[in-house]
């Protein structure tokens, strides 16, 4: 039996259906009927059909979900004079054959004895990250301004050690009980949280959407940064890793009002990378690409929606968020700010991730090599995988 004609399911991934011989005509039917095609799928085609039911906020619901597979095995296939040629061939930068899935390795006790401050951990990578670290022996200062958020953390691994906060990042008290839960030795800090803007480019941006994005992704990020560096210096020892976006390094990502201010997470990156390098510190950013969390974007305005668009059409697949494990050198550098959608494109969920955890753990001789004297991040081509 070939590959295309193997029985599909709810787990089968959406390229699996519609690369089926019955699978595709049913799915491409039914998205049809809602006045969708197939395209609409691309970034998500790596996830299995059944994870549409909660991506789609009940547009895609479990009933059609069961109603798919029925039809496929009942062998109701529609007729298509003409599938479209996105639909049946893959893109230039698709493998022709499916990635194999990617397996969770625990590090038992990596983290042991260590304090690491995660943000944004009800929900995401943030989540993951929180999870795999507690997992792996350390205490995790679990942040989120929804501390409703944070129970399913806490119960999910109940002999870890979870000290959950519901706090805001870019309040001055938030902060403060924060560094207080934490305790005085912080020997890492990961800085997850933020959110999306509308969308609209700069002649259409609101001064509410620009301060709102500015105060969680860029003035939160530096005060907890501010807030943590005062407890590592006088270790000589210590790691922040900052979250930014491929927003980061493209114009093509998003609005305005998010671009600039991953950009501005980058460029706080690299200068507190430089200055407090030669002291003992790790400073590093991540720009992943299109990763499915708790960010909701929106479109308000026609111009930034054609825009993007047309960006999203040749972006890398979303992909789900675990925890971040792409073998580099992050252990050893500081401002290596590394676009993981480059360098892993069409990768499946947990094979697309950064060593940037390894930052935390590394040998404490190493920690002098800076890369904020070199003006260029760290980038791969699609040709560079690892």
Same mark, same amino acid.
């Given at each position: 039996?070939?590959?295309?004609?193997a029985?599909?399911s709810?787990?089968?991934?959406?390229?699996?259906?519609?690369?089926?011989?019955a699978?595709?005509?049913?799915?491409?039917?039914?998205l049809?009927?809602?006045?969708?095609?197939?395209?609409a799928?691309?970034?998500?085609?790596?996830?299995?059909?059944?994870?549409?039911?909660?991506?789609?906020?009940?547009?895609f619901?479990?009933?059609?979900?069961?109603?798919?597979?029925?039809?496929?095995?009942?062998?109701?296939?529609?007729?298509?004079?003409?599938?479209p040629?996105?639909?049946?061939?893959?893109?230039?930068d698709?493998?022709?054959?499916?990635?194999?899935?990617?397996?969770?390795?625990?590090?038992?006790?990596?983290?042991?004895?260590k304090?690491?401050?995660?943000?944004g951990?009800?929900s995401?990578?943030?989540?993951?990250?929180?999870?795999?670290?507690?997992r792996?022996?350390?205490?995790?200062?679990?942040v989120?301004?929804?501390?409703?958020?944070?129970?399913?953390?806490?119960?999910?691994?109940?002999?870890? #050690?979870?000290?959950?906060?519901?706090?805001? $990042?870019a309040?001055?008290?938030?902060?403060?009980?924060?560094? #207080?839960?934490?305790?005085?030795?912080?020997?890492?800090?990961?800085?997850?949280?933020?959110?999306?803007?509308?969308?609209?480019?700069?002649g259409?941006?609101?001064?509410?959407?620009?301060?709102?994005?500015?105060?969680v992704?860029?003035d939160?990020?530096?005060?907890l940064?501010?807030?943590?560096?005062?407890?590592?210096?006088?270790?000589?020892?210590?790691?922040?890793?900052? $979250?930014?976006?491929?927003?980061?390094?493209r114009?093509?990502?998003?609005?305005?009002?998010?671009?600039?201010?991953?950009?501005?997470?980058?460029?706080?990156t690299?200068?507190s990378a430089?200055?407090?390098?030669?002291?003992?510190?790790?400073?590093?950013?991540?720009?992943?690409?299109?990763?499915?969390?708790?960010?909701?974007?929106?479109?308000?305005?026609?111009?930034?929606?054609?825009?993007?668009?047309r960006?999203?059409?040749?972006?890398?697949?979303a992909?789900?968020?675990?925890?971040?494990?792409?073998?580099?050198?992050s252990?050893?550098?500081?401002?290596?700010?590394t676009?993981?959608?480059?360098?892993?494109?069409?990768?499946?969920?947990?094979?697309?991730?950064?060593?940037?955890?390894?930052?935390?753990?590394?040998?404490p001789n190493?920690?002098?090599?800076?890369?904020?004297?070199?003006?260029?991040?760290?980038?791969?081509?699609?040709?560079?995988?690892?």
């Amino acid at each position: 039996m070939t590959q295309n004609s193997a029985p599909l399911s709810a787990e089968s991934t959406i390229a699996e259906w519609l690369a089926h011989p019955a699978g595709g005509p049913v799915l491409r039917a039914a998205l049809a009927e809602s006045g969708q095609s197939a395209d609409a799928l691309r970034p998500v085609n790596t996830m299995p059909l059944e994870r549409l039911v909660e991506l789609s906020k009940g547009a895609f619901p479990a009933e059609l979900i069961t109603e798919l597979v029925r039809r496929v095995e009942a062998g109701e296939i529609p007729d298509e004079t003409a599938a479209p040629a996105s639909d049946t061939e893959p893109a230039a930068d698709q493998p022709t054959a499916p990635l194999p899935r990617w397996t969770e390795q625990i590090t038992p006790n990596r983290f042991a004895g260590k304090t690491i401050i995660v943000t944004g951990a009800g929900s995401g990578i943030g989540r993951a990250t929180a999870s795999r670290i507690a997992r792996e022996g350390g205490r995790v200062i679990a942040v989120d301004i929804a501390a409703d958020r944070l129970d399913g953390l806490v119960t999910e691994i109940p002999d870890a #050690d979870i000290v959950a906060v519901g706090a805001d $990042i870019a309040d001055d008290d938030g902060v403060a009980r924060i560094i #207080d839960a934490a305790g005085d030795t912080i020997d890492g800090l990961a800085n997850i949280a933020g959110i999306m803007d509308d969308m609209t480019p700069v002649g259409e941006v609101t001064d509410a959407v620009w301060q709102r994005v500015f105060r969680v992704n860029v003035d939160g990020t530096m005060k907890l940064m501010r807030a943590v560096v005062p407890h590592m210096l006088p270790r000589a020892a210590g790691s922040i890793v900052n $979250i930014a976006s491929e927003a980061g390094l493209r114009g093509s990502a998003a609005g305005a009002a998010y671009t600039a201010s991953k950009h501005a997470v980058i460029g706080l990156t690299k200068s507190s990378a430089y200055m407090y390098g030669p002291l003992g510190l790790r400073i590093n950013a991540v720009a992943p690409g299109g990763v499915i969390t708790n960010i909701e974007a929106r479109f308000a305005s026609p111009l930034g929606e054609a825009r993007m668009r047309r960006g999203m059409a040749i972006m890398t697949d979303a992909v789900e968020a675990p925890l971040w494990q792409h073998p580099s050198r992050s252990s050893s550098v500081t401002t290596a700010s590394t676009s993981m959608a480059s360098c892993c494109p069409r990768t499946a969920a947990g094979r697309l991730r950064s060593s940037w955890l390894r930052t935390f753990t590394s040998s404490p001789n190493r920690h002098r090599r800076h890369w904020a004297l070199r003006p260029k991040p760290t980038r791969r081509t699609q040709d560079s995988h690892p």
